[in-house]
């Protein structure tokens, strides 16, 4: 199915642990997104990717990391997890052109 | 820093009513404008673009532009339960997206 999605859509992980949240879209996008979602903040921008292998930092980019050795992929990954990285995650596309679409989301709990 | 500000509500409507959401931004080089809509739990979804001044309508929502004033807003005529979610105003800058806070919209039956 053409679209973005997101996996897992839940994920419950302990203080330290590594995590990795993916991102695939088949629309062939070049720009692709991170955020993060808590209640109070809105949509915090975490990174961003122009086209495969360019990233940019967003507002919120400590403690991730992002890589796009493809243009469909765009995973985030948490190298050492910590209990104020707890947030409902979105990823989202871009073809330049009109607006973003956003993945169902990630929910991460961190113990 | 470039900011997008909306009045974090709730807002309650009568149903059946008109629903006024309202959004001021910073930057004036912004060129593209939007409204997304997020029910509980889910991903927001776009429901209405505008980039030049004035209003744009589709079906009962209405979208007005003021460049001037720096101002955007997003009528909803008719409004339904259904409509109950939160909206979230976003603003284009440097091929990202400024967003807004949300405003969470409360239709009474």
């Known amino acids: 199915d053409a679209g973005i999605t997101q996996s897992p859509r839940y994920k419950i992980t302990e203080t330290g642990r590594q995590v990795t949240l993916m991102c695939h879209q088949t629309w062939s996008h070049s720009y692709m997104f991170w955020y993060r979602q808590d209640l109070g903040h809105g949509l915090r921008l975490i990174y961003y990717s122009a086209a495969a292998d360019i990233t940019d930092k967003g507002e919120v980019p400590d403690g991730y990391v992002v890589s796009r050795s493809k243009t469909e992929n765009f995973p985030l990954t948490l190298e050492s997890a910590t209990r104020s990285q707890t947030s409902v995650y979105f990823c989202a596309s871009w073809s330049g052109q009109e607006t973003q679409y956003f993945g169902p989301g990630t929910r991460l709990l961190v113990l | 820093q470039k900011e997008v500000e909306q009045n974090s509500g709730p807002l309650s409507v009568p149903e059946g009513a008109i629903a006024s959401l309202n959004c001021t931004y910073s930057?004036?080089?912004?060129?593209?404008f939007f409204w997304y809509r997020q029910y509980s739990g889910k991903s927001p979804e776009l429901i209405m673009s505008i980039y030049s001044n004035g209003d744009k309508e589709d079906g009962r929502f209405t979208a007005q532009l003021n460049k001037a004033s720096q101002y955007v807003s997003l009528l909803i005529r008719d409004s339904q339960p259904s409509d109950s979610a939160t909206y979230l105003c976003?603003?284009?800058?440097?091929?990202?997206?400024?967003w807004g806070a949300g405003t969470k919209l409360i239709i009474k039956p």
């Open positions: 930057d004036r080089g912004s060129q593209s």
């Open positions: 976003a603003v284009t800058g440097n091929y990202q997206l400024i």
